[in-house]
Nanobody, 131 residues
Framework: QVQLVESGGGLVQAGGSLRLSCLASTRTFDTFKMYTMAWFRQAPGKERQFVAA????????YAADSVKGRFAISRDNAQNTVALQMDSLQPEDTAVYYC?????????????????????WGQGTQVTVSS
């Protein structure tokens, strides 16, 4: 069982930056590092969209083409946190951003791309980018 709580969303002008954080609470100690972690986002009237994923060690990451070079995912297993650094934000980045945890291996194909492979989700945090 994992509980995820996101923070760091808000309103920012185009070209600005935000840093999202996700704190994971696990039932047993030292299990956070067992999970592949990811960020997804959902804009009004649109489907939930993959943003970025990170392996258990943090050694491997992948970002969607739409955010590549602007967003970076990282994790701190000692603190049970995963972060999303978002730079050069654009109005089209406006969405609710969700943190997700999946018990599958990051290296098992491209499972990290698909939302249905993640068992645990946070409540989401709103990011609004004004033009």
């Amino acid at each position: 069982q994992v509980q995820l709580v996101e923070s760091g969303g808000g309103l920012v002008q185009a070209g600005g930056s935000l840093r999202l954080s996700c704190l994971a609470s696990t039932r047993t100690f030292d299990t956070f590092k067992m999970y592949t972690m990811a960020w997804f986002r959902q804009a009004p009237g649109k489907e939930r969209q993959f943003v970025a994923a990170i392996s258990w060690s943090g050694g491997s990451t992948y970002a969607a083409d739409s955010v590549k070079g602007r967003f970076a995912i990282s994790r701190d297993n000692a603190q049970n946190t995963v972060a999303l650094q978002m730079d050069s934000l654009q109005p089209e980045d406006t969405a609710v951003y969700y943190c997700a945890a999946g018990s599958f291996s990051y290296y098992s194909g491209n499972k990290y791309l698909d939302s249905w492979n993640y068992e645990y989700w946070g409540q989401g945090t709103q990011v609004t980018v004004s033009s």
